[in-house]
């Protein structure tokens, strides 16, 4: 079966420093790979997804960036953060983008608060 | 792009109720799910229904795509099912899951 992971868990960093959340995928080939953050409240707001290794589509532009080195590895990046990037990051993953398997999975997410 | 909304935005239950929540969208969808957020913030998938009726222990769904809304049950509510449900659609050629901002489940035993 397929497994989802992200780590960490929680981050606490202070605004202008970097960051590297990671995501990766086992028990399946080619996923389609997500990233959503939830900010304060509920709603889930599409960052970034990838098809492929080295693809990135990029929904809404911000001080963020993804990258896929590996066909199961989904890497959430930013080189200063803000405090407007806290929020919960989660990872998702699906068979194919349109249609009978494009249901997303979700990870358990990163939960991150820039101080 | 596609529009989702969710209501009743909270809902407050004596545990064994039932209740329905429901998810109105703007457009015609060729996904649309339904999660249940748990208080660690775990994404659980519940369905995906684009159409159709499907049912899952106490819980069922219904979408009736050309109406746009889709509908989840919850029967004999425990305190377990507490937490948020989501509504998520996404239609035609967009690749982005629009979701709702959700239904904050309360069941009280």
């Known amino acids: 079966s397929q497994t989802i992971h992200q780590w960490p868990a929680t981050l606490v960093q202070p605004v202008g420093s970097p960051l590297s959340l990671e995501c990766t995928v086992e028990g399946t080939s080619n996923p389609n790979l997500y990233w959503y953050r939830q900010a304060a409240g509920r709603g889930l707001q599409l960052l970034f997804y990838?098809?492929?290794?080295?693809?990135i589509s990029s929904e809404v532009p911000q001080n963020l960036s993804a990258s896929r080195p590996q066909d199961r590895q989904f890497i959430l990046s930013s080189k200063k953060l803000l405090l407007s990037d806290s929020g919960f990051y989660l990872c998702?993953?699906?068979?194919?983008?349109?249609?009978?398997?494009?249901?997303?999975?979700f990870g358990p997410g990163t939960r991150l608060t820039v101080t | 792009g596609i529009q989702v909304e969710q209501s009743p935005p909270d809902l407050i239950l004596q545990e064994g109720a039932n209740s329905t929540l429901r998810c109105n969208f703007s457009d015609s969808v060729n996904n649309l799910q339904w999660f249940h957020q748990n208080p660690w913030g775990q994404l659980i998938n519940l369905f995906y229904?684009?159409?159709g009726t499907k049912q899952n222990g106490r819980l069922s769904a219904t979408t009736v795509a050309t109406e746009r809304y889709s509908l989840l049950y919850i029967s004999s509510s425990q305190t377990t099912d507490s937490g948020v449900y989501f509504c998520a659609a996404r239609g035609g050629s967009n690749y982005k899951l629009t979701f709702g901002k959700g239904t904050l489940l309360t069941v009280n035993p």
């Open positions: 990838s098809v492929g290794i080295g693809q």
């Open positions: 229904i684009p159409s």
């Open positions: 998702a993953w699906s068979l194919v983008l349109a249609g009978e398997g494009s249901e997303q999975y």
